[in-house]
């Protein structure tokens, strides 16, 4: 695979990440992590935000900090994103986790979210994060496998409201 790097969200990426984001809504998935949904067509306005998450203001009642960063390929080119949450409230405890990743569709199949997840997992270490929780949808198979790749000890599964169940990994940092 080639030579991957987790960026900070910036307008020099701007071209590359609507091509990203464009893709994303094309196949109509849905978008992982939550953050890729915002439409990015006030770029700075996005970028405003997500930094603002990261320095936690104005965080909606109940939300944490929360970290983003792309996946760039050697072409520097957008082929996926994560977000990290420097804590835990109760709804990522039991559904959402710290770090909530996805790949753009064309680009699957390359190992990508493997090598992603590892690099997210040593930004969460540099937030204090000491113990990543890790969650997947139990039907996500290649999801639950990256994770297991990168060290996940299965816990207790949650079942949300709606009857999903939800795998739940913890990874020693």
């Given at each position: 695979?080639?030579?991957?790097?987790?960026?900070?969200?910036?307008?020099?990426?701007?071209?590359?990440y609507?091509?990203?984001?464009?893709?994303?809504?094309?196949?109509?998935?849905?978008?992982?992590?939550?953050?890729?949904?915002?439409?990015?067509y006030?770029?700075?306005?996005?970028?405003?935000?997500?930094?603002?998450?990261?320095?936690?203001?104005?965080?909606?009642?109940?939300?944490?900090?929360?970290?983003?960063?792309?996946?760039?390929?050697?072409?520097?080119?957008?082929?996926?994103?994560?977000?990290?949450?420097?804590?835990?409230?109760?709804?990522?405890?039991?559904?959402?986790?710290?770090?909530g990743?996805?790949?753009?569709?064309?680009a699957?199949?390359?190992?990508?979210?493997?090598?992603?997840?590892?690099?997210?997992?040593?930004?969460?270490?540099?937030?204090?994060?000491?113990?990543?929780?890790?969650?997947?949808?139990s039907?996500?198979?290649?999801?639950?496998?990256?994770?297991?790749?990168?060290?996940?000890?299965?816990?207790?599964?949650?079942?949300?409201?709606?009857?999903?169940?939800?795998?739940?990994?913890?990874?020693?940092l």
């Amino acid at each position: 695979m080639q030579t991957v790097r987790l960026v900070e969200p910036d307008r020099r990426w701007k071209d590359t990440y609507l091509s990203f984001y464009e893709e994303w809504k094309k196949s109509q998935e849905q978008m992982v992590p939550w953050v890729i949904s915002i439409e990015p067509y006030d770029f700075e306005g996005m970028l405003t935000f997500l930094n603002q998450q990261k320095n936690g203001i104005g965080l909606s009642e109940g939300w944490v900090k929360s970290s983003t960063y792309w996946l760039m390929d050697a072409d520097d080119q957008v082929v996926g994103a994560v977000n990290i949450r420097h804590d835990l409230n109760e709804h990522l405890l039991n559904a959402g986790g710290h770090i909530g990743y996805g790949i753009r569709p064309s680009a699957r199949g390359n190992r990508y979210a493997v090598t992603m997840l590892s690099l997210a997992l040593s930004k969460a270490k540099e937030l204090g994060v000491s113990r990543a929780l890790v969650v997947c949808d139990s039907d996500n198979i290649s999801s639950k496998r990256t994770i297991l790749r990168n060290g996940g000890t299965p816990d207790k599964d949650y079942i949300e409201e709606d009857g999903n169940r939800v795998n739940r990994f913890w990874i020693e940092l």
